[in-house]
């Protein structure tokens, strides 16, 4: 593969090109184009390729302002299905749910929708007074769910009835002055009602019996539930529409929560030293360098997937969900560490979702001078494929050089919402092949007829050729695509379609 790449490296400097195509008179580039266009009529197209031909270019999306939703929270001490029942209420397999206490760390909030209402639910960890270490954590990030809510869900396990726990929460409850609905879970059916109504002396009001597992009796909760909650939040911040979303990576205990709460100038997500305590990922609108932004902070992706377990196991498959939801991810590489197989297969998982990268380099403030030159080894080794990934030096624990990341934020989407102009593109093409031809592989030489770019988002170029482009040669044009338009932050997809012309 190197010597394929190496084939045309000594080619790639050309400062004539780059100025020949800025001088290139934009009308005389599209008639040029049109005309490549029309001797495609030539060859053997389907209807795939009429519609990559017929794309048109894509408007830009301004940021609008919405109504705040409505937050539901779901509070209750460990294991008592508050998960189980976050899955029900919207329909959906989003929070991890295992048959073990403690699964839930953070405050986590999803988008629901009933009867044609949507508000915000957020799952909490279990509450526990008197908790110690991460479990101490667990239960101040459910308070502060609670202040950030407009009704609140306190779940109990009927089939145990109330513990002391449950009263220290009932205490706290009645502190906040919020509508709060106790529901009476693990009631599968009639004869388990009676267990249920045992927690009247909670002193909370009538008990909702509902079975999480099955969905027995969740509907007549929510019917109650939505004749109180407000149409608009009144303590949620105002929702944008259009914030950029950005994707924090990395592996387990790399600091991806330190920035995240760093950011959000607030302890929005738990951060302990023991790895992996992040296992829903967690999003948050943040204010920095005067815009707003979406970060998601997520599971940190262990070795491999397939043979974690339980909670880890569906804690990456999130991540890679919320990766697929984000524009932009932000991949954090200890500096203190050497870069290893596990922070280069987390880069390549960005580089197949098609998402803009940014690569921060935490711990900067522990690096030493020996360390350093190591670093700058391993990146050149390592790194060499993202090259054109901006760079960002931070210290997620102090936030050191944070405000950095903004501008590399905004150079890595400008370069993925890019779109080169038809005619731009096939005069770059025509001059690139006429100074450095594809080779002649088996007595033939591949041509190509036309090129357009199909989407961006990244940037997605698709070849019309007569014949299959070397790897190494559409490497090649990538690169000389990075030299001319720069395509920073943003991968670049080449695609080939191989045609034969028509029998005559």
């Known amino acids: 593969m190197t010597d394929q790449r190496d084939e045309y490296d000594d080619s790639i400097v050309d400062d004539d090109l780059a100025e020949r195509l800025a001088d290139v008179d934009e009308e005389l ?3 040029r184009a049109a005309a490549l266009r029309s001797g495609l009529s030539d060859y053997e197209l389907d209807e795939d390729d009429l519609e990559v031909l017929e794309i048109s270019e894509e408007g830009e999306e301004g ?5 705040a939703l409505p937050v539901i929270a779901i509070v209750g001490r460990p294991n008592v299905g508050k998960s189980a029942l976050v899955n029900r209420i919207l329909g959906r397999r989003e ?6 206490p403690g699964v839930t760390r953070d405050r986590v909030s999803y988008k629901g929708e009933w009867l044609d209402r949507r508000f915000t639910l957020v799952d909490t960890g279990g509450w526990e007074p008197d908790a110690k270490g991460i479990d101490a954590s667990v239960a101040a990030q459910a308070e502060v769910a609670i202040d950030l809510s407009d009704v609140v869900l306190f779940v109990v396990d009927a089939t145990v009835g109330a513990t002391s726990t449950d009263e220290h929460v009932v205490r706290l409850l009645r502190k906040t002055k919020k509508p709060v609905f106790l529901v009476a879970n693990k009631v599968d059916d009639a004869r388990q009602e009676p267990e249920a109504a045992a927690l009247w002396n909670l002193g909370l009001g009538e008990p909702y019996p509902v079975s999480a597992l099955h969905g027995r009796g969740v509907a007549d909760l929510l019917d109650e539930v939505f004749k109180v909650l407000p149409q ?31 950011a959000a100038r607030e302890e929005r997500v738990v951060v302990n030293e023991l790895a992996g305590t992040t296992r829903d990922p967690v999003d948050e609108q943040i204010e920095l360098g005067g815009k707003i932004w979406r970060f998601v902070d997520t599971a940190g992706i262990r070795r491999r997937v397939h043979l974690q377990q339980g909670a880890d196991f569906y804690a990456s498959l999130r991540t890679q969900a919320a990766l697929e939801k984000a524009e932009v991810a932000v991949v ?7 870069i290893s197989e596990q922070d280069v297969r987390i880069i390549d998982l960005v580089l197949e979702s098609g998402r803009a990268l940014v690569l921060a380099y935490n711990k900067w403030d522990l690096l030493d001078d020996d ?9 050149e080794q390592d790194l060499h494929h993202v090259q054109w990934a901006p760079r960002v030096n931070i210290s997620a624990k102090t936030g050191r050089h944070l405000e950095k990341l903004v501008p590399a934020l905004e150079t890595a989407l400008e370069s993925w919402d890019t779109r080169i102009p038809t005619g731009k593109f096939n005069a770059f093409l025509t001059e690139l092949t006429q100074e450095h031809p594809h080779p002649v592989r088996g007595g033939k030489q591949p041509r190509i007829l036309f090129g357009t770019q199909a989407a961006s988002r990244p940037p997605t170029f698709v070849l019309f050729t007569t014949g299959f482009l070397d790897p190494g040669y559409r490497r090649f044009i990538q690169r000389r695509l990075r030299e001319i338009y720069g395509f920073e932050g943003s991968p670049i997809v080449i695609n080939m379609r191989v045609r034969e012309r028509r029998q005559r």
């Open 232 to 262: 608009v939040s009144a303590v949620a911040k105002e929702e944008f529409g259009g914030p950029r979303r950005v994707a924090i990576l990395g592996r387990p205990n790399v600091g991806k929560s330190s920035l995240l709460n760093k």
């Open 63 to 67: 940021i609008r302002y919405l109504p």
């Open 371 to 379: 360390r350093r030159r190591y670093l700058e080894r391993e990146i």
């Open 332 to 338: 954090l590489l200890d500096v203190s560490q050497p």
């Open 95 to 100: 929070a991890v749910v295992e048959d073990t």
């Open 29 to 31: 580039a599209e008639q």
